[in-house]
Nanobody
């Protein structure tokens, strides 16, 4: 069983920064794709960014240039550095572990609140 534990959320002012972390249990971390998603109140969960085991990253247009996804395979950890935060970034952020042909795993979520 793969488990994901997120941390790093909190309250920040507009223009501020936060770094989210997601620790993945097990020895298969390096071969999976890690993703960050978010869900604002009353809205559907949406894609934020993904990174492959080899470090290739992709981003949603809404966060491109402000957020950076990274991973440390030796620590089984993925990160989301969020800069220039806006009130519309307020949401619960979830990490996701994916391997082709296998079930996806989600973390429990961490709240990010950006005040105006």
């Amino acid at each position: 069983q793969v488990q994901l534990v997120e941390s790093g959320g909190g309250l920040v002012q507009t223009g501020g920064s936060l770094r989210l972390s997601c620790v993945v249990s097990g020895s298969i971390f390096s071969i999976g794709v890690m993703g960050w998603y978010r869900q604002a109140p009353g809205k559907q969960r949406e894609y934020v960014a993904t990174i492959t085991g080899g470090g290739s990253a992709n981003y949603a247009d809404s966060v491109k240039g402000r957020f950076t996804i990274s991973r440390d395979n030796a620590k089984n950890t993925a990160y989301l550095q969020m800069n220039s935060l806006k009130p519309e970034d307020t949401a619960v952020y979830y990490c996701k572990f994916m391997r082709l042909g296998y079930v996806d795993y989600w973390g429990q979520g961490t709240q990010v609140t950006v005040s105006s």
